[in-house]
C-alpha cells in the first residue's frame, strides 16, 4: 500500500468511526461507508488539509468510492 493510499484510508477511518484495516479501495463513500453529503464534505476538508491539495466541487462530485479518492490525492500530489 503506498502512503497516499493509507494516508487516506486512515483520514476516511477516523471520520467513519471505522478501523483503517477494513477500508477498502472499492468502497462507496455513501453507500458501503454510510456517508451523507455533509460526512463526505467533512472527509474532503480534511484531504485537502492533510494533503495540502485543493478538491474542487467537480471533483468531489466525480469522487464515488475510497479509490477515486486516492487516485486524485495521487494526481495532484504528483502534479504540484
Known amino acids: 500500500m503506498n ?5 487516506v484510508k486512515q483520514i476516511v477511518a ?19 461507508l454510510s456517508m451523507d453529503s455533509l460526512t463526505v464534505v467533512e472527509m474532503m476538508m ?11 466541487m467537480q471533483a468531489t462530485q466525480r469522487m464515488i468510492t475510497v479509490r477515486d479518492a486516492v487516485e486524485f490525492i ?7
Open 3 to 7: 502512503p497516499v493510499e493509507a494516508r
Open 14 to 32: 477516523t471520520i467513519t468511526k471505522r478501523d483503517a484495516s477494513v477500508i477498502r479501495l472499492d468502497m462507496k463513500f455513501e453507500g458501503d
Open 46 to 56: 480534511a484531504l485537502e488539509e492533510a494533503f495540502a491539495v485543493d478538491i474542487p
Open 74 to 80: 495521487h494526481s495532484a500530489t504528483q502534479s504540484g
